[in-house]
């Protein structure tokens, strides 16, 4: 079963080697759009050089050929995991793919963030469906276009499973220990994801803002592997 991703929401490399630092274990960390911004490539090196793997969350979506090029050049980087939104259309997808032509890198595709709930995907995306069903709707296009899966939430992991398939990847943020939702709306415990079929979770301030982030990461961990024994 699959380690909790570790969301590294932090401002700098300073802050990421004294959390890293807490650990012994070789550790599946996320890096995101806050970090890579402010460190660029570099931080993604020195994670892989401490033999960590690397969920690269920055969420392309751009006409098909930049995004096709930027992927060329995240996968030269060697990491794990990369992301682009589905909302870039099957087009886009299928050139993120090319760009990660010859690598191993998996590709998934967001459907909607953890933070949209349904009232504000219909006012403000004019999308006249179901949360759950737009979620599905992208996750089949992803499939479509040969992607390794997608990021959903928790309450739309199972569906996704059927349709696409038990291989194809259900990254699921939101995943808490308690009710503190913090600024998402979709969440759920590592149990609930386990039981609903979640290939992956992504857990974020739960632990990096914990008082012992590596028992707290055990705890987790254990639920989630434990919800499934």
């Excluded at 499973?161 to 259900?170: A, N, Y």
């Excluded at 982030?213 to 592997?225: F, K, M, S, Y």
Aim: proline share 3%; glycine share 8%.
């Amino acid at each position: 079963m699959n380690s909790p991703i570790i969301a590294l929401d932090f401002p700098s490399m300073k802050e990421v080697k004294e959390f890293i630092a807490d650990f012994e274990e070789r550790l599946f960390v996320k890096v995101g759009m806050e970090l890579f911004f402010s460190e660029g490539p570099e931080i993604v090196r020195y994670l892989k050089e401490q033999g960590h793997q690397v969920f690269l969350d920055l969420k392309l979506h751009d006409i098909p050929n930049t995004v096709e090029s930027a992927m060329r050049s995240l996968a030269k980087l060697d990491v794990d995991l990369v992301n682009v939104h589905a909302a870039g259309g099957i087009e886009m997808m299928r050139a993120a793919k090319r760009g990660l032509s010859g690598s191993p890198v998996k590709l998934i595709a967001v459907t909607q963030l953890t933070s949209t709930d349904e009232k504000q995907m219909q006012q403000e995306q004019l999308i006249e469906r179901s949360l759950e069903e737009s979620v599905l709707h992208y996750a089949v296009l992803a499939k479509e276009a040969g992607l390794d899966g997608v990021v959903c939430s928790v309450k739309e992991a199972k569906r996704i499973g059927e349709v696409c398939g038990e291989d194809f990847l259900r990254v699921t943020p939101g995943i808490r220990l308690g009710n503190d939702s913090h600024d998402q709306k979709r969440t759920a415990t590592p149990e609930q994801a386990a039981r609903e079929g979640a290939t992956h979770i992504v857990v974020g301030r739960a632990v990096t803002q914990a008082l012992k982030p590596r028992e707290q990461l055990a705890v987790i961990d254990g639920q989630w592997r434990g919800a499934v024994l």
